[in-house]
């Protein structure tokens, strides 16, 4: 029993270690950048020897995935909060935010969004994008897509990859066209899913539930 709770604490300690140098390690990237931050600078955010870096990650470019998926979590939060606030069947509403939470969610400033918009960093903006389309797409297609099926008629197959295409497209098309208007955008989102933005609710057959265009 000892030496069980004693295996569970040091794996707590791990991983809450594992933790502080990850955000040791995004805090230096969005003040000096990817390039600006060296192995050496992260240990001494922490606190420990430069070697002890090496027992929780390879090398710094698994520092900086496991940074990008912070980033992820907190677009998936994002993306929570707006869908938790929603105002039930009022569409064209939640369409014009949906645009606001994407820009906050790329464009938020800092040295490490910068680099990520470098096209010198492509592979690393690629590995991001990626991982959002995945997460947004299963999380909105498991929520936001359900409710919008249980209250309009719709007819769409393949929601998940729809809406993966969707958000890789929205995210590149930003990431090169940042001034593309709102408005425009709203319409590429509309066209897509074809959503119904007339705001008359119609009673919906169980049975269309998983087939929905949405948002």
């Known amino acids: ?10 794996a707590a300690r791990a991983i809450a270690r594992r933790d502080d140098i990850v955000e040791a390690a995004r805090c230096l990237y969005e003040e000096h ?13 922490v606190g420990v020897a430069r070697s002890l ?14 940074v990008l998926d912070t980033y992820v979590d907190d677009f998936i939060e994002l993306v929570r909060n707006w869908n938790e606030s ?13 645009v606001r939470v ?43 897509v359900r409710d919008y099926a249980s209250l309009h008629t719709v007819e769409i197959d393949h929601v998940f990859e729809t809406f993966y ?22 319409g590429v989102i509309a066209q897509t899913l074809h959503l119904d933005l007339s705001g008359t609710l119609v009673d919906a057959d169980p049975a269309d539930a998983g087939r929905a265009r949405v948002l």
């Open 102 to 144: 994407m820009r906050r969610g790329l464009f938020d400033r800092s040295s490490l969004r910068n680099d990520l918009a470098n096209n010198e960093n492509a592979g690393l903006y690629l590995r991001f994008s990626s991982r959002v389309a995945e997460s947004l797409a299963r999380y909105v297609t498991d929520t936001t």
């Open 165 to 186: 295409v969707l958000i890789s497209g929205m995210v590149s098309l930003m990431r090169r066209h940042p001034d593309t208007p709102d408005e425009v955008l709203e």
């Open 53 to 66: 870096i090496y027992h929780y990650f390879p090398d710094k470019d698994a520092i900086t995935d496991a």
């Open 33 to 45: 950048g990817i390039a600006g931050t060296s192995l050496k600078s992260i240990a001494d955010e």
């Open 1 to 10: 029993m000892v030496t069980e709770t004693r295996r569970q604490q040091q």
């Open 86 to 98: 929603r105002e039930r069947g009022n569409v064209r509403k939640a369409l014009v935010e949906s």
